[in-house]
């Protein structure tokens, strides 16, 4: 098996720490950030008021009050995008909203000729996710989030999405961003081997794929029973290494392990990691174990 490159490193920002820039692993001279845009969202609010007209600052400074306020009384402050948790579907929907907007405004910026007709057309797939192993190729997007549990496309002006709040957000893409796929990666999908499915579905060869394998509860905060160490070690005695015992007779769990090598026995042999814990950094990341009446962020990838 080929020796896998593996990228661990913090996010790049784009212009507020509620959207950062997913970082790939660095191919040839030309990156796979001119070819796809990746971003991971965070609970933290949208503000950017450097560039505001000085009313929208006044306006803002307003709001981020009684956004600061909110998150004392809500658990789905500031930026939550999931419809299913509870939340005002109106602040869900302003918030899938703003996080259109920015997915149109970056891939408008890499526009060499007119980009307001084509920004018109990106739009983002979501995903009811139900932790199982149903991959979706997708050709159009549609209103009414698609039951599955990853995606696939070889179009332009769709952006993939997946929800998250500990689980392990992972993206593939052809080195050369002509098809790009996103994977909710819980225990039980990975355990039900999703990312072989989705790779199954895709028409580029394994060795062409980068992976990135976003922030999830870390392998320090995620206790899990013997039952789940037991469903992965019946895939693959490796999967030992996955899983640290302790005194309570239970396991530490680690899905970035379980996923890199997943991927490497595939054949996909460049990963890039950002191995943020989601429980152990809450003031940056919703944590469903630690909090369960929570907000759920997003991993998008869409091919410019």
């Not at 209103?143 to 952006?159: F, G, L, W």
């Not at 991927?263 to 943020?276: C, D, N, R």
């Amino acid at each position: 098996m080929p020796k896998t490159i593996t990228c661990n490193s913090k996010q790049g920002h784009f212009t507020c720490s509620t959207f950062e820039r997913v970082k790939w692993p660095h191919l040839s001279l030309d990156p796979l950030n001119d070819k796809v845009l990746a971003l991971q969202t965070t609970r933290l609010p949208l503000q950017n008021p450097s560039q505001l007209p000085i009313n929208e600052i006044i306006s803002g400074i307003a709001s981020s009050i009684d956004k600061n306020i909110d998150r004392e009384l809500s658990p789905y402050s500031n930026f939550n995008l999931g419809l299913h948790v509870g939340d005002s579907p109106a602040r869900v929907t302003d918030n899938r909203s703003e996080l259109k907007k920015f997915i149109n405004k970056q891939l408008s910026s890499k526009q060499v000729v007119s980009s307001v007709q084509q920004a018109e057309k990106v739009d983002i797939q979501w995903l009811e996710q139900v932790h199982g192993n149903v991959v979706t190729t997708v050709t159009s997007t549609n209103d009414q989030a698609i039951v599955a549990d990853a995606s696939i496309t070889r179009e332009k002006n769709i952006a993939l999405a997946i929800m998250t709040a500990d689980c392990l957000p992972i993206l593939l893409s052809h080195k050369d961003g002509t098809e790009i796929a996103a994977i909710h990666g819980g225990w039980r999908p990975l355990a039900a081997n999703i990312i072989d499915k989705t790779l199954a579905q895709m028409h580029s060869k394994a060795a062409d794929v980068v992976a990135w394998l976003g922030p999830c509860i870390g392998k320090d905060a995620f206790e899990v029973g013997g039952e789940v160490k037991e469903a992965f070690t019946q895939l693959d005695l490796a999967f030992n290494r996955a899983f640290v015992k302790q005194d309570n007779g239970k396991y530490l769990a680690n899905l970035h392990f379980i996923a890199q090598h997943q991927l490497e026995s595939l054949g996909i042999t460049v990963i890039a990691h950002l191995a943020e814990c989601t429980y152990q950094e809450n003031n940056k990341y919703y944590s469903y174990r630690k909090e369960q009446v929570t907000g759920r962020m997003a991993s998008i990838i869409c091919r410019r």
